[in-house]
Nanobody
Framework: QVQLVESGGGLVQVGGSLRLSCVASGRTFSSYNMGWFRQAPGKEREFVAAITWSGGTAKYGDSVKGRFSISISRDNAKNTVYLQMNSLKPEDTAVYHC????????????WGQGTQVTVSS
């Protein structure tokens, strides 16, 4: 069992930056592949980014792909995965959730409660 707690969300102006953090409980964090998702009001949940257990491979969702201002990283010594977001846009407004899975593909097994990101124009 893995428990995930996100933090770092808030209200930011267009063009601003936020770094989201997700801390995982347990001593097996380094064996989990991690992801970030977001859900805006009235919209379906959307994949943002994922990173393998070693941190060696990262991939990004279509909505953020090509935006060099967004990056996922992890620190296994701190049981933490990060989502750095720069040059934020109003369309980035959503609740951001982190998630964990043992496999590199397929469904994520564990989810956090989420942290709200609001980008004002």
């Amino acid at each position: 069992q893995v428990q995930l707690v996100e933090s770092g969300g808030g209200l930011v102006q267009v063009g601003g930056s936020l770094r989201l953090s997700c801390v995982a409980s347990g001593r097996t964090f380094s064996s989990y592949n991690m992801g970030w998702f977001r859900q805006a009001p009235g919209k379906e949940r959307e994949f943002v980014a994922a990173i393998t257990w070693s941190g060696g491979t990262a991939k990004y969702g279509d909505s953020v792909k090509g935006r060099f201002s967004i990056s996922i990283s992890r620190d296994n010594a701190k049981n933490t995965v990060y989502l750095q977001m720069n040059s934020l846009k109003p369309e980035d407004t959503a609740v951001y959730h982190c998630a964990a899975r043992k496999n590199t593909m397929g469904e994520f097994d564990f989810w956090g409660q989420g942290t709200q990101v609001t980008v004002s124009s």
